[in-house]
């Protein structure tokens, strides 16, 4: 824990865009492992949001977001990214990313870091 640092968030419109992204601090590299996106919404529980595999570069999403938001990887710059698009009220949450070794669906086998969050409203 504390080798992940995620930004981007703030308060945007419903439908509405931001780019969330996922940055490893020195001398840890995203390229090794998985890399999924959680949120977690006022009094609810943490849920599954995205996925992306470290060695085939596959990506699974919740059935909610699918069509809005798209995980991406950027090696040259250590960087996962998380577009959202088409945002809606319900995707207020603080997002985290988190590194692990197998993405099963939007859930993570072997986690071992993640970050501290980085808050999302969407509000008018």
């Known amino acids: 824990q504390g080798q992940l640092v995620e930004s981007g968030g703030g308060l945007v419109q419903p439908g509405g865009s931001l780019r969330l992204a996922c940055a490893a601090a020195?001398?840890?590299?995203?390229?090794?492992?998985?890399i999924y996106w959680f949120r977690q919404a006022p009094g609810k529980e943490r849920e599954g949001v995205s996925c992306?595999?470290?060695?085939?570069?596959?990506?699974y999403y919740r059935d909610s977001v699918k069509g809005r938001f798209t995980i991406s990887r950027d090696n040259a710059k250590n960087t996962v990214y998380l577009q959202m698009n088409s945002l809606k009220p319900e995707d207020t949450a603080v997002y985290y990313c988190?590194?692990?070794?197998?993405?099963?669906?939007?859930?993570?086998?072997?986690?071992?870091?993640w970050g501290k969050g980085t808050l999302v409203t969407v509000s008018s």
């Open positions: 988190a590194a692990g070794s197998i993405c099963l669906g939007t859930d993570l086998v072997g986690v071992h870091d």
């Open positions: 020195s001398g840890f590299t995203l390229n090794y492992v998985a």
């Open positions: 992306i595999s470290k060695s085939d570069g596959r990506t």
